[in-house]
């Protein structure tokens, strides 16, 4: 009898510097982008222009992965990277060790929100800054690599 063989897994964290992304037993790969490099600190958050150059700059990295990276997989992210998305509540499914796209993309919604100063958005945002550039990293992955939600490594 054959065992169906289990998904892809893509394993991910985002540092300050870096992301590094891991697949399979021997696919490895070191992408330029990470929290402290996407936009310039500011308490404001990042301004709309940052976020668009952001956007660009990560989807020319993940392009790179596209044909390593099967679909259909799952992605595992680190607990440091989500350790930014941790304030009360802000990410439901986080404490269940699972976030969907659609909870990734309402917090993105939001941070586009805050950089063109939409009154909707005030009050919205992270304890720690690195969040929205966290948020935006894992946005771009999951839509560039097809994965419909994130899961918690262990």
Same mark, same amino acid.
């Given at each position: 009898?054959?065992?169906?063989? =289990?998904?892809?897994?893509?394993? #991910?964290? &985002?540092?300050?510097?870096?992301?590094?992304?891991?697949?399979?037993?021997?696919?490895?790969?070191? #992408? =330029?982008?990470?929290?402290? &490099?996407?936009?310039?600190?500011?308490?404001?958050?990042?301004?709309?222009?940052?976020?668009?150059? $952001?956007?660009?700059?990560?989807?020319?990295?993940?392009?790179?992965?596209?044909?390593?990276?099967?679909?259909?997989?799952?992605?595992?992210?680190? $607990?440091?990277? #989500?350790?930014?998305?941790?304030?009360?509540?802000?990410?439901?499914? #986080?404490?269940?060790? $699972?976030?969907?796209?659609?909870?990734?993309?309402?917090?993105?919604?939001?941070?586009? @929100?805050?950089?063109?100063? @939409?009154?909707?958005?005030?009050?919205?945002?992270?304890?720690?800054? @690195?969040?929205?550039?966290? &948020?935006?990293?894992?946005?771009?992955?999951? %839509? %560039?690599?097809?994965?419909?939600?994130? %899961?918690?490594?262990?």
């Amino acid at each position: 009898m054959n065992t169906p063989t =289990p998904p892809a897994t893509l394993r #991910l964290s &985002v540092g300050p510097r870096q992301t590094l992304a891991e697949w399979g037993d021997d696919g490895r790969r070191s #992408l =330029p982008v990470g929290t402290a &490099v996407l936009w310039p600190a500011s308490a404001a958050g990042p301004s709309a222009i940052a976020i668009e150059n $952001a956007i660009q700059v990560v989807e020319d990295q993940i392009e790179g992965l596209v044909p390593r990276v099967p679909r259909g997989g799952r992605l595992v992210v680190s $607990a440091d990277t #989500l350790a930014p998305l941790q304030r009360g509540g802000a990410i439901a499914g #986080l404490a269940q060790g $699972a976030i969907a796209l659609s909870q990734i993309e309402r917090e993105y919604q939001s941070l586009a @929100a805050r950089a063109v100063g @939409a009154p909707s958005a005030r009050g919205s945002g992270f304890d720690d800054p @690195a969040g929205d550039a966290v &948020v935006l990293i894992l946005r771009e992955v999951m %839509h %560039h690599l097809g994965f419909d939600a994130l %899961h918690a490594a262990a």
